[in-house]
């Protein structure tokens, strides 16, 4: 798909900047010429005039309405010299001038040349078109963006050209999302095979998910499957400082898109205008932004009344925030979830990214998209293209395991720091902290294969890390598991109690994570046999913000808010007893583990499952007992 370029006409500027050459080429003449060939009278003080005038030395005087011009009497017959001075008002020197027997009269107007006639009349126009044209150039001209087209769309119109097209082949990870847009393709293929027999077709699809997720690439390539032109704009291009130009820009977006019909119109970021009109709380309406998206509702009604097949994408990951009125069946018929993709789809999209970049021997892209769940598309992209560099910056020609392997420490736990130098007795506490960490993870369900623990510092504050990567995709977890995932996250404090008898401040992140996962366990996911199967939502909320229409959990009373407490806290105690004691039991591990990674720094692969499976299983932890 290739921009369709707006035609461009310079004849206009053109004519302009000739017009305003010549009007700068009169002004010149007129302000300059005079003053260079012309040689005026001296001039002289009002004073001396008067003077000269009561002695008798005048012969003869012009009084002008700016200039008074007079000579001087001779003895001989040589020119008479001629004087200028600023008149004031004074209605004494004609009687002065009677008086004395001077000849006077008044200077008669100036008669217009045809040169100062065609100024008059040339130089204000060329001087207003002259304006005009700046405007208009600071407006970026007389096209989309120019001054005089303020309320026109700003939407970019892709239409088959030379370059490579969009299709669904270039997008993986989403085949739900794909089979759904077929059937979108075929209706603007083929529309008449399905009016023929009364079906509708839809206006409006809405695609739904998380950031990254692939909703752009869909549109473009639902649009280069059809071979239809290809409207693209964001919500935030309607909005303007001035009432009515978002309205006008969606008037104008789908006149032009009926004339191409059939065709795509795409809404990126669909929020932005189609926000819930009743969320506004306590603070009233955005004028600008409600006209907007009346006038859009408006559309997405009006033009299905032709033969015009003009149909909507639109894309958000807030669905919960848009009004009701978009949602409803008749505007955006579907909606189509473009979630995060599985394993599968993980590694389908390397394999599309991989293509542009030269893999080694010992690439296995499988084992990729196994250590990155939770990735969307653009991550993975992300991904490939960090691996690139690593290779490139490590003089080698193809991209190989290792390269991936650093690519995802450094998304995932950031830049590594070597510079950043820890003193010994810090150094020997984040060793017995990671290693903590490790063991008892190696030990407890729900928690990933522990793959490498490092005490390099990395990001804007870990001083080392353990990195545990899941062998699977999972969806659902049960009690036991979440527990274990607490413990493991409390194992590096209790590493530092059971060593150093003290704790520091390397367990903060830690600490805050494990209660709020112990408060979720407790508030939303039902998992407390004294607070019951309730959801609970603790704290104030700003009521006037809204909600984008979602249901509130239930404000909690006193007495329940100090019940969530209770149980938050026995969870997060349990689960520090199931880590000391995993610990204590494997103390001698726990020494050995850490003295090797203080001489090597980082400990990976089957080096550490090697040491990890000698981890003992406590006979029998606190949770278990708890649990009986």
């Not at 309405?65 to 008149?87: C, D, G, S």
């Not at 739904?208 to 290809?230: C, D, S």
């Not at 909005?239 to 104008?252: A, K, N, P, T, Y």
Request: hydrophobic share 40%; aromatic share 6%.
């Amino acid at each position: 798909m290739a921009i369709k370029e707006q035609p461009k006409s310079p004849r206009f500027r053109i004519i302009a900047n000739i017009l305003l050459a010549v009007s700068g080429l009169f002004l010149l003449l007129n302000l300059f010429l005079p003053g260079l060939f012309a040689s005026g009278p001296t001039g002289v003080p009002y004073s001396l005039f008067i003077h000269q005038v009561q002695e008798g030395e005048v012969n003869r005087v012009s009084v002008g309405q700016n200039q008074i011009l007079y000579e001087l009497k001779t003895e001989n017959t040589e020119p008479a010299p001629v004087f200028a001075t600023t008149p004031i008002f004074d209605l004494e020197l004609p009687k002065l001038l009677e008086e004395k027997g001077v000849e006077f009269a008044a200077t008669p107007p100036p008669k217009n040349t045809w040169f100062t006639t065609l100024l008059s009349w040339v130089i204000p126009p060329l001087i207003f078109i002259g304006i005009w044209q700046f405007f208009l150039a600071r407006g970026g001209g007389g096209g989309p963006q120019g001054a005089l087209s303020i309320g026109k769309s700003k939407a970019k119109v892709y239409v088959e050209g030379e370059s490579a097209k969009i299709t669904f082949a270039d997008v993986a990870g989403v085949e739900e999302a794909k089979t759904e847009l077929v059937e979108i393709v075929d209706f603007l293929k083929t529309p008449a095979r399905f009016t023929q027999i009364g079906a509708r077709i839809p206006k409006g699809v809405l695609l739904v998910g998380p950031p990254g997720t692939g909703k752009t690439l869909l549109a473009k390539a639902v649009a280069g499957e059809a071979g239809v032109p290809f409207f693209s704009i964001s919500g935030s291009e309607f909005v303007e400082l001035f009432v009515g130009v978002g309205s006008s820009r969606v008037r104008d977006l789908f006149e032009q898109a009926k004339k191409q019909a059939p065709c795509i119109v795409f809404i990126d970021e669909l929020d932005a205008i189609g926000k819930s009109r009743s969320s506004n709380g306590f603070y009233g309406g955005n004028d600008e932004r409600e006209q907007t998206l009346n006038q859009l509702l408006t559309e997405m009604d009006g033009f299905a009344a032709g033969d015009a097949t003009v149909i909507v994408l639109a894309a958000t990951n807030r669905p919960e925030s848009l009004d009701s009125a978009l949602l409803r069946p008749g505007r955006f018929d579907r909606q189509v979830l473009v979630d995060r993709p599985d394993l599968s789809g993980r590694e389908a999209i390397l394999k599309i990214h991989a293509q542009k970049v030269k893999l080694g021997d010992d690439v296995d892209l499988r084992a990729i998209a196994t250590r990155t769940p939770g990735f969307a598309g653009a991550d993975l992209a992300n991904l490939v293209n960090e691996a690139a560099l690593l290779a490139a910056r490590n003089m080698r020609q193809s991209v190989a395991q290792e390269d991936f392997a650093e690519a995802i420490e450094r998304v995932v736990a950031g830049l590594e720091k070597k510079s950043r130098v820890m003193n010994e007795t810090e150094k020997k506490i984040v060793a017995y902290h990671e290693v903590g960490h490790a063991m008892v993870g190696a030990l407890t369900t729900g928690n990933g294969r522990v793959e490498k623990i490092s005490i390099i510092p990395r990001g804007m504050a870990a001083l080392g890390y353990t990195l545990q990567l899941p062998t699977e995709d999972r969806f659902l977890m049960n009690e036991d598991e979440l527990r274990g995932q607490i413990a493991t996250l409390l194992g590096g404090r209790s590493a530092e109690e059971i060593v150093f008898n003290s704790i520091t401040t390397g367990a903060s992140n830690d600490l805050q994570r494990a209660t709020d996962l112990a408060e979720r366990m407790v508030t939303a996911y039902g998992m407390s046999k004294v607070l019951g199967p309730l959801a609970y939502q603790q704290g104030q909320q700003a009521m006037f913000l809204g909600n984008g229409g979602a249901n509130p959990r239930r404000a909690v009373s006193e007495d329940t808010s100090k019940a969530i407490d209770s149980e938050v806290k026995e969870i997060v105690e349990t689960a520090h007893e199931q880590a000391l004691e995993i610990l204590r039991q494997n103390r001698d591990l726990l020494e050995a583990i850490a003295t090797q990674l203080l001489e090597t720094e980082v400990i990976e692969g089957e080096k550490l499952h090697s040491l990890l499976s000698q981890v003992k299983p406590v006979a029998k932890t606190t949770a278990d007992s708890v649990a009986s």
